[in-house]
């Protein structure tokens, strides 16, 4: 039998090597991160993504910050050709072993490749990907911009950046359990108390040694988006986009118009979801 191939060049130190939360962690990440709700995400993400791939049958994509890998099995089962990076081999790892669990009969060609690396710097050439998909990463690397011109950087003309993060508007959020209102907490008031759960409930941040360190708004996420080259578009300019009339459409094409409609907007919304176009 063919061993598996290596998960590319070695990644970052095993930051979680020592910590006594590791197999709590891990535990909670497998147990949490479902192929049915991955796959249940796309298909709801397709009436916009759908419309800015049009043309690309088979789109190269890049998930960054896989971790287990759901999200990395549901683009290949799309038909995309699949990378996943992260810097934790042991998720990277059980994300091989998903896909394996799920397709041990396909086409290995059709698996994603699994790549350690990190986001900041990733180890592939300019214009790589037709789609970089990144989900819950910006809120918890230190210094989140590189990461984001990593991003713009590996795309391709015409392709698409997909950014899901914190928001700091919406009063819930899913970063601290049972802590509504968090976000709105001023910033040395939010470290003293993420400081005191990391101490003691550790588990009301699911067990990680990188909780969430950064808040963000839609406004503040368009201007980054920009100095890295990508057109900012959020869920209801894609809605303003698609046209096809109903009160919905309608509804979406007047808050684009009147940009300040879109506070109600900004202030429901749980996750930031932010597209960004490749110029």
């Not at 998960?7 to 991160?33: K, Q």
């Not at 796309?42 to 690309?56: K, N, Q, S, V």
């Not at 990907?129 to 391709?156: I, M």
């Not at 368009?222 to 509804?251: C, H, K, S």
């Amino acid at each position: 039998m063919q061993a598996d191939p290596p998960l590319g060049p070695p990644g970052p130190r095993e930051v979680f090597e020592h910590s006594p939360f590791r197999e709590r962690f891990l535990r909670h990440n497998l147990d949490t991160r479902d192929n049915a709700a991955a796959r249940a995400l796309l298909d709801a993400e397709w009436r916009y993504l759908g419309t800015l791939l049009a043309g690309r049958e088979h789109p190269r994509v890049l998930d960054l910050a896989c971790g287990s890998g759901p999200y990395a099995l549901a683009w290949a089962e799309r038909g995309a050709g699949v990378v996943g990076v992260d810097f934790d081999r042991d998720l990277l790892l059980a994300a091989r072993a998903r896909w394996g669990g799920a397709h041990a009969r396909e086409d290995p060609a059709k698996a994603p490749a699994w790549v350690a690396g990190e986001a900041g710097r990733l180890p592939f050439p300019d214009r790589a990907f037709d789609l970089v998909f990144c989900n819950s990463l910006l809120e918890h690397v230190p210094d989140w911009r590189p990461v984001l011109a990593e991003t713009g950087r590996v795309l391709r003309s015409g392709g698409v950046a997909v950014v899901y993060t914190t928001n700091r508007y919406c009063p819930l959020q899913q970063e601290v359990n049972g802590f509504p209102f968090y976000s709105w907490l001023p910033g040395p008031v939010q470290r003293r108390v993420l400081a005191w759960i990391m101490e003691h409930r550790r588990d009301m941040v699911n067990w990680t040694d990188f909780p969430a360190i950064h808040w963000f708004s839609f406004p503040g996420m368009r201007r980054a988006f920009r100095t890295v080259g990508l057109e900012p578009l959020d869920r209801l300019d894609l809605i303003a986009r698609q046209g096809g009339g109903g009160p919905r459409g309608a509804v979406a094409s007047a808050m684009v118009r009147l940009p300040g409609l879109k506070l109600p907007y900004y202030c429901y919304a749980v996750s930031l979801a932010m597209y960004g176009l490749k110029r």
